[in-house]
């Protein structure tokens, strides 16, 4: 496998309000499959993820539940693991902030910017919109509500520290012109360049009086250290950065980071503040921040108070781990919002997994069994077809780098599952079952087998990243070794002779709608 340096990816960080729902666990998802595919490329891969902990809402919503502050966000993060854990999701570290080594470094970050100047004594006084932490002026409002999820905000005046980021407005004006592909999707940096920084950018708010869980700032032990200073820089306190010069090797080795994976409605923090505050810090800017769609309700976006709430521990319940991956990754488009519900999933799930794979699969070994007793061997009997065939799944590989490279993956999946489409069409060209009554066309036969046995091995190989434990079982009832990334485009790896399994294993059920209806239906329905 070839060497291919370092990658270090980092999802936003979960904020420990309340359990995460599907639409928060679809960033873990798609961090995971663009991480496994790096590894399978050979990357040295770090992936970083984990919990935002401080904060007023925090600290009210433990008081309500008589549970210190401490104890709701232990709860919670624990909770949140355990969803990126059923996930199947292979990070490296999961960082919390209220980790000792996190709180210090913030501290020392603070001081930093203190000391040179940066963050400097005055007072708040705006809108302050409780739920998103966020501070607005009167010109930001809209229709006298916060800008960014509609709710009331409320008249706030209080002593705070401020970051100067006009100071820096300019400078970071220039380096998004220059770096097309720092903000992605496109439509993302036209928004943060034509709404936020070129009319002007405020000083922000940095630190608080009016609560105590949060990070307290060194010298002014009355403030804590505002959300945006505080959780942004995990992504470099989790890799062992030092505001005093001491950082560690793995800083040195990983930073920058070469993508901040994120949800589109916290992109302005992660585009315009962290880029501002690590020139600050003289530290590189990361090489990319991808801020993703939303994954939606038929019925609008999902939330507490509609109801329409789901969770992904529940939808593994119903499909399995797999199942579920694989319509996160498939349905969200790389600009727009996706949609999900039960009647989606189910539908996905019968025509791609269920009948594209799992009877392509199915099939191919019950044939091998039926008319070799299990043995796949090339007989080099080959014909026309057989090239083209060849040539649909040895191109695949280049294609799926190719939308992996830009981060669209799910046109990367749809490229994986085209050649299983394209060996169902093979199955109906050759038809090996008139093939199997003529004695002297079992050669034929024997090869036609063993190209569908090769192509689904090749096409399940790359599909790795995004369906793990899938691609086990099917290597596993193959008997196929596994094949390096840089062979994927050639073909003829299967061993001939191998032996498939003599009972496939279905991998995915065919599901009845109504039945799935009814198990999800509130009750009372």
């Known amino acids: 496998m070839s060497d291919r340096g370092k990658y270090y990816l980092t999802t936003a960080i979960t904020y420990t309000s309340g359990k995460p729902h599907i639409g928060n666990t679809y960033e873990i998802v798609l961090a995971d499959a663009i991480c496994r595919f790096r590894r399978q490329q050979g990357y040295d891969v770090y992936f970083q993820t984990g919990t935002d902990e401080h904060g007023i809402k925090i600290e009210e919503k433990a008081a309500a539940a008589g549970v210190t502050p401490k104890e709701f966000v232990d709860n919670i993060a624990g909770e949140v693991k355990r ?24 501290q020392k970050i603070f001081k930093k910017l203190y000391d040179q100047g940066d963050i400097y004594k005055g007072e708040y006084k705006g809108w302050y919109c409780v739920p998103d932490e966020s501070f607005w002026t009167e010109s930001q409002l809209v229709d006298g509500k916060c800008p960014d999820c509609g709710r009331e905000v409320v008249k706030a005046s209080e002593e705070a520290y401020f970051f100067k980021m006009s100071k820096y407005a300019d400078r970071l004006i220039e380096y998004i012109e220059s770096h097309p592909e720092f903000i992605q999707p496109e439509s993302r940096k036209n928004e943060m360049m034509n709404n936020f920084l070129k009319p002007g950018l405020q000083d922000l708010c940095v630190s608080r009086t009016s609560f105590k869980w949060g990070i307290p700032v060194p010298f002014d032990d009355k403030h804590v250290t505002y959300v945006w200073l505080d959780a942004l820089t995990n992504y470099i306190t989790g890799i062992g950065y030092d505001a005093e010069g001491n950082s560690t090797d793995q800083y040195k080795k ?76 498939h349905e969200m488009p790389f600009e727009n919002d996706g949609v999900i519900s039960y009647e989606l999933m189910v539908e996905r799930i019968n025509s791609d997994l269920a009948n594209t794979l799992g009877n392509l699969v199915n099939r191919t070994i019950s044939m091998s069994n039926k008319y070799f007793g299990g043995d796949v061997t090339d007989k080099g009997v080959s014909e026309p077809v057989d090239d083209d065939l060849k040539a649909v799944v040895t191109a695949a590989r280049d294609k799926v780098e190719k939308s992996m490279e830009t981060y669209h993956v799910s046109d990367a999946l749809t490229s994986v599952f085209d050649v299983f489409r394209r060996l169902n069409k093979y199955i109906d060209e050759t038809e090996p079952w008139v093939l199997a009554k003529d004695e002297a066309k079992k050669d034929r036969l024997a090869t036609v087998l063993y190209n569908l046995t090769e192509g689904i091995s090749i096409g399940t190989m790359l599909l790795k990243g995004f369906l793990p434990e899938t691609t086990e079982k099917i290597l596993a009832q193959l008997n196929a070794k596994e094949i390096p990334y840089d062979e994927l485009n050639t073909f003829g790896h299967y061993e001939n002779g191998t032996h498939v399994t003599e009972k496939p294993e279905i991998l995915f059920a065919r599901l009845d709608m109504k039945e799935v209806l009814a198990k999800v239906a509130p009750e009372g329905e």
């Open 254 to 329: 990983l930073w920058p980071a070469d993508l901040h994976l994120i949800g589109k409605d916290i992109i302005r923090f992660h585009t315009i503040y962290w880029p501002i505050f690590l020139m600050a810090l003289d530290e590189p800017l990361p090489k990319q921040v991808v801020g993703h769609p939303w994954l939606i309700q038929s019925d609008g976006k999902m939330s507490k108070s509609k109801g329409n709430v789901i969770y992904a521990d529940d939808l593994v319940d119903l499909f399995g781990v797999d199942a579920v991956r694989y319509f996160l990754l």
């Open 83 to 106: 969803i990126w854990d059923l996930m199947g999701a292979t990070y490296d570290r999961f960082i919390r902030t209220t980790d000792e080594d996190h709180e210090k470094q913030v």
